[in-house]
C-alpha cells in the first residue's frame, strides 16, 4: 500500500483528485516502519531520514515548505509521536491535505506567493489517528495497522540496499507517462471506474478518491 501510495502521488493531479494521508502504525517497535516508508521514499529520491524522509518534528511552516517543495511527489514524514497534541495532527492534516499554504503578507505589501501542493502524504508512528481527532481529519487519513513484521529478515541490510539504490521506478514511470498518452488516458478511466465503485460500496467521496488512486497506484506498481 505505501508503495502504491508513492506511485499515485504524482497522479493526483492530474486524476484531478485530493491529497490524502497514508498512515502506517504499530505499537510495536522493530516491525520495520521505518525500513517501508523508506521503501516508499526510494522511488523518487535518497530514502535516508532526515533527506528525503523528513521527521514530524517541525514547526507548520516547515511543514508547509516542505510540502509545497515536493508538489506532485510524496511528502513523507516520520514519527507521529512527535507531534504532541492531537489538536496540532488534526490541524496538520487538514493544512496537508487542504494542497496550499496558508496566506501572508509580504514586508512590501502585497501578498507572498502561496505554497502549493497536490500530492499523497506518508506517514507513520507508534498509534493510529486517534479516536478524538475530529471526523473530517480522519476521514482524509488511511490508517494501515501493521501486524509483525513488515520487512522480514535482515533490515539493516534492507534499509543500506536503499540508501545505495534509488530513484530509478519513478523515473521509469514519469517517462512512460510522458510518451504514452494512451497510458495516462487508461489511467484515468480505471481511476473513475473504481471511484465510481467505492461509492457504490457506501464510501464517501472523499474515500473514494483515496482508494481508487491507491488502486491505480498499485496497477501501476505490478
Not at 511527489?73 to 497534541?85: K, S
Not at 487508461?186 to 488512486?213: P, V
Request: proline share 3%; hydrophobic share 45%.
Amino acid at each position: 500500500i505505501l508503495l502504491a501510495a508513492s506511485f499515485a502521488s504524482v497522479l493526483v493531479a492530474k486524476l484531478d483528485a485530493l491529497p490524502f494521508i497514508v498512515h502506517l502504525w504499530s505499537s510495536e517497535s522493530g516491525t520495520g516502519k521505518t525500513v517501508a516508508t523508506m521503501l516508499a521514499a526510494s522511488i523518487w529520491a535518497d530514502p535516508e531520514l532526515g533527506r528525503y524522509v523528513r521527521s514530524m518534528n517541525a514547526t507548520k511552516v516547515a511543514n508547509e515548505q516542505l510540502a509545497g517543495f515536493c508538489n506532485n511527489m510524496p511528502l513523507i514524514l516520520d514519527e507521529l509521536q512527535t507531534v504532541q497534541h492531537n489538536a496540532d495532527f488534526d490541524e496538520l492534516i487538514y493544512m496537508l491535505c487542504e494542497g496550499t499554504g496558508k496566506a501572508r503578507g509580504a514586508k512590501d505589501g502585497g501578498l507572498r506567493e502561496q505554497s502549493r501542493w497536490m500530492n499523497v502524504i506518508i506517514t507513520n508512528g507508534e498509534q493510529p489517528i486517534s479516536a478524538e481527532s475530529r471526523a473530517g481529519a480522519v476521514n482524509r487519513v488511511i490508517s494501515i495497522e501493521a501486524d509483525g513484521e513488515i520487512i522480514p529478515g535482515d533490515m539493516p541490510l534492507f534499509a543500506d540496499t536503499l540508501r545505495k539504490n534509488h530513484g530509478h521506478a519513478g523515473r521509469m514511470l514519469i517517462e512512460r507517462i510522458l510518451k504514452e498518452p494512451e497510458f495516462s488516458e487508461k489511467i484515468r478511466q480505471t481511476y473513475i471506474s473504481a471511484k465510481n465503485a467505492f461509492m457504490r460500496g457506501g464510501a464517501t467521496g472523499k474515500q473514494a478518491n483515496y482508494g481508487a488512486a491507491l488502486l491505480v497506484g498499485d496497477i501501476m506498481l505490478c
